[in-house]
T-cell receptor
């Protein structure tokens, strides 16, 4: 059974700092990995999708990497802003069907 | 496209009442997922459909929960009878190919 872990559970940084969020999974036979952002009281917004054959994806200040062999993905946020404050979740998809979600990392960027 | 649409956005009901949550997926998407999110248990997959057919309902907590997808543009999640422990945010998501897209959620409170 796939298990997805996100560490740390919470992170607080000053504005402008570069930061890394971590996602680890136990079964490396994945189809893809997706990073989401969730604002309080809102739904999940897709940030980046990495296919199993890819090593990384970039969108603006965000860069996600994938290392299947070690069962890890990282989400790098450059030059963090207060507007980046949210909970970030990773989801690992196994095949044609369902994904397993981590519990998320709650990020606070202080002005 | 308007994205995944869920209704109602908020529902407050008394224990024992029937609750029906509705979802309209993004047009053309062939997968539909129902999730439940609580502080205690995080995001849980309840059931998912592929081309309107239920594929995996192992996450449905009890027989009180049922889901249908009568056509490609509509799905319902029904709880009958509802209990206070069903209070949560229920999300619907749809997918075509890689990325999963979430609706805004229905916040259910059972008193």
């Amino acid at each position: 059974k796939q298990e997805v872990t996100q560490i740390p559970a919470a992170l607080s940084v000053p504005e402008g700092e570069n930061l890394v969020l971590n996602c680890s999974f136990t079964d490396s036979a994945i189809y893809n990995l997706q990073w989401f952002r969730q604002d309080p009281g809102k739904g999940l917004t897709s940030l980046l999708l990495i296919q199993s054959s890819q090593r990384e994806q970039t969108s603006g200040r965000l860069n996600a990497s994938l290392d299947k062999s070690s069962g890890r993905s990282t989400l790098y946020i450059a030059a963090s802003q207060p507007g980046d404050s949210a909970t970030y979740l990773c989801a690992v998809r196994h095949g044609a069907g369902k994904s397993t979600f981590g519990d998320g990392t709650t990020l606070t960027v202080k002005p | 496209d308007a994205g995944v649409i869920q209704s109602p956005r908020h529902e407050v009901t008394e224990m024992g009442q029937e609750v029906t949550l509705r979802c309209k997926p993004i047009s053309g998407h062939d997968y539909l997922f129902w999730y439940r999110q609580t502080m205690m248990r995080g995001l849980e997959l309840l059931i998912y459909f592929n081309n309107n057919v239920p594929i995996d309902d192992s996450g449905m907590p009890e027989d009180r929960f049922s889901a249908k997808m009568p056509n490609a543009s509509f799905s319902t999640l029904k709880i009958q009878p509802s209990e206070p422990r069903d209070s949560a945010v229920y999300f619907c998501a749809s997918r075509l190919g890689g990325e999963q897209y979430f609706g805004p959620g229905t916040r259910l409170t059972v008193t």
